[in-house]
């Protein structure tokens, strides 16, 4: 009888569906020029300097779903504030993706800073209002969310008092893990340095951390504005490299 039992509960174990798979693309929409090292790395020589690139992820599923994370900008204030080169729009920048924007299912916004969610100001704020109640906006709420398969949303380190990074499962099958400006560079994680602009030091090394343990290889902890990962991986084009 308990053979029996134990064959019978055993039909009915619960075996979860398999997590959807992406292609994961770094996307250079523009550059902002002789930017210093200082604002990015904390302790950094004040007389360094550094083209950084100005970046968008795309995210593209086997099952049809097409993601952002974060929107780059392009209102015209941010050209005359900063020294910005070899300018794309976004929605231009995707195409030698194939991507039509009108074909871009998802943008997940990692903080709401002008340059990664679309040149924030009064006008945008009041889209994204607009939007919310028209129930096209989703309040990611506590760390490690998994509500879209495949992707994992994750608090970083005071960049913004919530910023988030995104872990994303791979069809390679590996786990890749987009810091947004939770690491602004490779050196960030290379020294161990927190970024210069956060609230809490301590709290980056330690998202830092998290951020390798998450990835399935260093490597594949990518930070948000270091025209470095434009040579660490296999080009599409000329402005797109895929995560591998």
Not at 27 to 38: L, M, Y
Not at 59 to 65: A, D, I, S, T
Not at 108 to 122: E, P, Q, R, T, V
Not at 193 to 202: F, G, S, V
Request: glycine share 6%; proline share 4%; net charge negative.
């Amino acid at each position: 009888m308990r053979t029996l039992l134990a064959v019978v509960m055993a039909a009915f174990v619960f075996i979860p569906p398999e997590a959807e798979k992406f292609d994961v693309y770094a996307v250079r929409f523009a550059t902002i020029a002789n930017f210093p090292v200082s604002s990015l790395i904390s302790g950094a020589d004040r007389s360094r300097r550094l083209d950084i690139a100005m970046t968008v992820w795309v995210l593209k599923g086997v099952n049809g779903r097409v993601a952002l994370v974060d929107s780059g900008f392009h209102r015209d204030q941010y050209f005359t504030s900063f020294a910005v080169k070899d300018f794309v729009l976004p929605s231009e920048a995707i195409a030698p993706l194939g991507i039509k924007p009108e074909e871009v299912t998802d943008i997940f916004l990692s903080h709401m800073h002008w340059d990664h969610a679309g040149g924030i100001d009064a006008d945008d704020v009041l889209e994204i209002v607009k939007r919310n109640t028209m129930g096209r906006v989703t309040l990611v709420r506590g760390e490690d969310e998994t509500s879209i398969s495949g992707i994992g949303f994750h608090v970083g380190g005071k960049h913004t008092w919530q910023s988030q990074f995104v872990s994303v499962q791979t069809r390679a099958g590996g786990t890749v893990v987009l810091a947004s400006d939770n690491v602004y560079l490779y050196k960030n994680l290379d020294t161990h340095k927190p970024i210069a602009q956060t609230l809490d030091a301590d709290s980056n090394l330690r998202t830092q951390d998290r951020m390798r343990s998450l990835a399935s290889a260093l490597k594949l902890v990518v930070p948000d504005h270091d025209p470095a990962v434009f040579d660490r991986f296999p080009h599409i084009s000329d402005r797109i490299v895929k995560i591998e």
